[in-house]
C-alpha cells in the first residue's frame, strides 16, 4: 500500500466511484447556484428586494403586500429559495420567483 492513495467516494448522482477531491470540487460547484429573481436578476447575500406580490406567510398568520423591502437576503444554495429577515417573522424563506431585486 503506498501511502499516497486517494480514498475514492461513490458519488449517487453519476453513479460512478470518484477520487475524493474530484468529488468535493463537484459539489463545491453544485452550491455556486445562480439564484435570479422573477425578472432575471442575479441574486446574491445581502441585496435588498422587494415583493411582486402579496404573500401569505404560513405560520405567522400574516400576508406580506405586493411592494414590502425585504432589506438583506442570504442564499440558501437552493436555485429559488432565499432566507430574509423581516421582523415578527422568524425563519422566513421567500422563493425567488416573487421578488424582484432594488
Do not use: H
Not at 459539489?27 to 436578476?41: F, I, K, S, T, W
Not at 430574509?84 to 416573487?98: D, H, N, Q, S, W
Amino acid at each position: 500500500m503506498s501511502g499516497d492513495s486517494e480514498d475514492y467516494i461513490y458519488d449517487e448522482e453519476s453513479g460512478e466511484w470518484l477520487p475524493a477531491s474530484e468529488l468535493a470540487a463537484k459539489r463545491a460547484a453544485q452550491d455556486l447556484v445562480e439564484v435570479r429573481d422573477a425578472v432575471g436578476n442575479l441574486l446574491a447575500d445581502g441585496d435588498a428586494v422587494t415583493l411582486i406580490k402579496d404573500l401569505d406567510v404560513k405560520g405567522a398568520g400574516q400576508t406580506l403586500k405586493r411592494g414590502t423591502l425585504i432589506p438583506s437576503i442570504r442564499l440558501t444554495g437552493d436555485a429559488q429559495e432565499i432566507d430574509c429577515k423581516y421582523p415578527g417573522i422568524k425563519g422566513l424563506v421567500l422563493r425567488a420567483e416573487f421578488v424582484r431585486k432594488r
